[in-house]
T-cell receptor, first 114, second 116 residues
Framework: DAGVTQSPTHLIKTRGQQVTLRCSPK?????VSWYQQALGQGPQFIFQ???????QRGNFPDRFSGHQFPNYSSELNVNALLLGDSALYLC?????????????FGQGTRLTVV | GDSVTQMEGPVTLSEEAFLTINCTYT??????LFWYVQYPGEGLQLLLK?????DKGSNKGFEATYRKETTSFHLEKGSVQVSDSAVYFC???????????????FGSGTRLLVRP
């Protein structure tokens, strides 16, 4: 079982550019959530996808968008990058949307905006 | 809104010392509570959880008890090892509306450094 896999592991982008991050959930999981973790901070919830729909969204601007595919994998897109978007982006997968099932996290994508 | 507050780090201990990391929460509903651990360069791993008041979560020598009366979920370990050095996050999972899904709300993390 490969667990949750994210790609790429690191990338550097220029202010104003667009970026796409990818996540493959743990085998058997159907729900994907994305979190942003700024340096020295706890992860902040961006949004959650289930059945290819955005089910809940955190306090992030519309520049942040996502998608879930029929195989449950997911993408996070960020447009018009700002320096403040530099962070570790974590993907978590779980089974269903109830709060009592364990969320498994990937190792994250480290995004640096210059 | 819901929130989690953790004691600030870093916490520096000698091997075999007793560990306590304080965590308190604010929630409108009846959340589940979690402790996650993040080792350098890695993602988050679930350490333990508790889903209702007075439940005790435990794993790898770590324990935490869900205290509804004090809205706390303090992490403890009787004898820490160098390998326990990591960042520890307290989190809650709650649902704001009946038709919405659950999300995790994290504290800011507490770095633990254990010296030999």
């Amino acid at each position: 079982d490969a667990g949750v896999t994210q790609s790429p592991t690191h990338l550097i982008k220029t202010r104003g550019q667009q970026v796409t991050l990818r996540c493959s959930p743990k085998s058997g999981h159907d729900t994907v959530s994305w979190y942003q973790q700024a340096l020295g901070q706890g992860p902040q919830f961006i949004f959650q996808y289930y059945e290819e729909e955005e089910r809940q969204r955190g306090n992030f601007p519309d520049r942040f968008s996502g998608h879930q595919f029929p195989n449950y994998s997911s993408e996070l897109n960020v447009n018009a990058l700002l320096l403040g978007d530099s962070a570790l982006y974590l993907c978590a997968s779980s089974l269903g949307t109830t709060g009592n099932t364990e969320a498994f996290f990937g190792q994250g994508t480290r995004l640096t905006v210059v | 809104g819901d929130s989690v507050t953790q004691m600030e780090g870093p916490v520096t201990l000698s091997e075999e010392a007793f560990l306590t990391i304080n965590c308190t929460y604010t929630a409108t509903g009846y959340p589940s509570l979690f402790w996650y651990v993040q080792y350098p360069g890695e993602g988050l791993q679930l350490l333990l959880k508790a889903t209702k008041a007075d439940d005790k979560g435990s794993n790898k020598g770590f324990e935490a008890t869900y205290r509804k009366e004090t809205t706390s979920f303090h992490l403890e370990k009787g004898s820490v090892q160098v390998s326990d050095s990591a960042v520890y996050f307290c989190a809650l999972s709650d649902r704001t509306r009946m038709d919405s899904s659950y999300k995790l709300i994290f504290g800011s993390g507490t770095r633990l450094l254990v010296r030999p």
